[in-house]
């Protein structure tokens, strides 16, 4: 039986740390920016062009993260020592995946239902809603964003808990180095 890897695959590493950028960008990009600058101002436009690639480049990059992830060894899951602690935080992995698609598929579909690709990249004359939220999925856009943070939290805390509570050298698993 061939050993697990001590190490998940560079190219997982190197997707996580750049979709972990990347999803910061964009949630702070939404709350701090896009929703402070009113519809009607000319800047929206290309704030919303700039969201608009961040979410697009975030949707593939889950994809091929998950292919890299389904084809590739991966270190023993790692343990706390507790049943529930452990399905938490298999649950916790399984709604980051779940959550981060959702957000991409909530916010293209609000695209389309505004005719911002033809707007933004097409360059067609049109105007903004007053507000978004005449749109079912940026409703849905901004409550997933919501249980994201959340759950991107408690991802951290999971973390900060294995690396310094239970001392098991967690974060070198999610990092470069000999497999």
């Known amino acids: 039986m061939k050993q697990k890897p001590s190490r998940y695959h560079p190219a997982l590493v190197s997707l996580h740390w750049l979709l972990a950028l990347l999803i910061m960008l964009a949630m702070g990009m939404g709350t701090f920016v896009l ?41 023993q899951v790692a343990s706390t020592g507790s049943n529930v602690l452990n399905l938490l935080g298999k649950g916790a992995h399984v709604g980051l995946y779940l959550l981060v698609f959702a957000m991409a598929a909530s916010g293209a579909a609000t695209a389309l239902q505004a005719g911002l690709p033809q707007m933004i990249f097409a360059g067609s004359a049109g105007s903004l809603p007053d507000s978004f939220a005449i749109y079912t999925p940026r409703v849905v856009h901004g409550w997933i964003a919501k249980l994201l943070m959340a759950l991107v939290a408690l991802h951290v805390v999971g973390v900060v808990y294995h690396q310094f509570g239970l001392k098991d050298r967690l974060l070198s698993r999610m990092w470069f180095g000999q497999r």
């Open 35 to 75: 929703k402070e600058i009113p519809n009607t101002s000319p800047e929206k436009l290309g704030a919303l062009q700039g969201h608009m690639i961040m979410g697009f480049a975030i949707g593939a990059l889950m994809m091929a993260r998950l292919i890299v992830r389904l084809r590739t060894s991966h270190p």
